[in-house]
């Protein structure tokens, strides 16, 4: 166990639909990361909070949106989602606000778009 | 971003065998990491090494900042090494730059 907690860890849903993934970070980690993983793409950053800012965007669509909450948690929403959108998603966190202060990945959200 | 570069990008070892794995990045790096991702997805760290060498059991890195690469080594090889194995520099201090990865099959 990683400490980082992604849920659910599979989801399948229709085009069009909106889904809510959510992750709690280890223990005393204030950034929190979200990447997606698919065939085409690889691992991609998607989006960077630190203490409930917005710290760095990457190649995040505009149909999805983050946020991280005061108790540290994150959630990634999807929307209008196209069958392009299934992947692997992670969510990481670290303590600090950087790569430096150590990276743990949670074990994912699988989303399957049919 | 950073272009990352690794090779090669599938290896299959019998059990026992070793093998070099390496990492070719674009521009100069802060940081890098290597990361294992097994066959049930989950990634898992292996080393943070921006520069220098490191070992942790059977596994070690180097990296070679100046010359922009990084090697990580696998020394008789298990079944269970088998995944795809990352290497990330660092972007600016925010994220990590993944590139394809090297996927390795470990056979008995």
């Known amino acids: 166990d990683s400490g980082v907690t992604q849920t659910p860890k599979h989801l399948i849903t229709a085009t069009g639909q909106r889904v809510t993934l959510r992750c709690s970070p280890r223990s005393g980690d204030l950034s929190v990361y979200w990447y997606q993983q698919s065939l085409d793409q690889g691992l991609q950053f998607l989006i960077q909070?630190?203490?409930?800012?917005?710290?760095a965007k990457g190649n995040i669509l505009e149909r999805f949106s983050a946020q991280q909450f005061p108790d540290l948690h994150s959630e990634l929403n999807l929307s209008s989602l196209e069958l392009g959108d299934s992947a692997l998603y992670f969510c990481a966190s670290s303590s600090g606000g950087g790569v430096s202060y150590g990276y743990t990945f949670g074990s994912g959200t699988r989303l399957t778009v049919v | 971003g950073i272009q990352v570069e690794q090779s090669p990008p599938d290896l299959i070892l019998q059990e026992g065998a070793n093998s070099t794995l390496r990492c070719n990045f674009s521009d100069s790096v802060n940081n890098l990491q290597w990361f294992h991702q097994n066959p049930w997805g989950q990634l898992i760290n292996l080393f943070y090494i921006p520069s220098g060498t490191k070992q942790n059991g059977r596994l070690s890195a180097t990296t070679v900042a100046t010359e922009r690469y990084s090697l990580l080594y696998i020394s008789s090889s298990q079944t269970t090494d088998s995944g795809v194995y990352f290497c990330a520099p660092e972007d600016s201090g925010y994220a990590l730059n993944f590139g394809k990865g090297t996927s390795l099959l470990v056979t008995p």
């Open positions: 909070y630190y203490n409930g800012e917005e710290r």
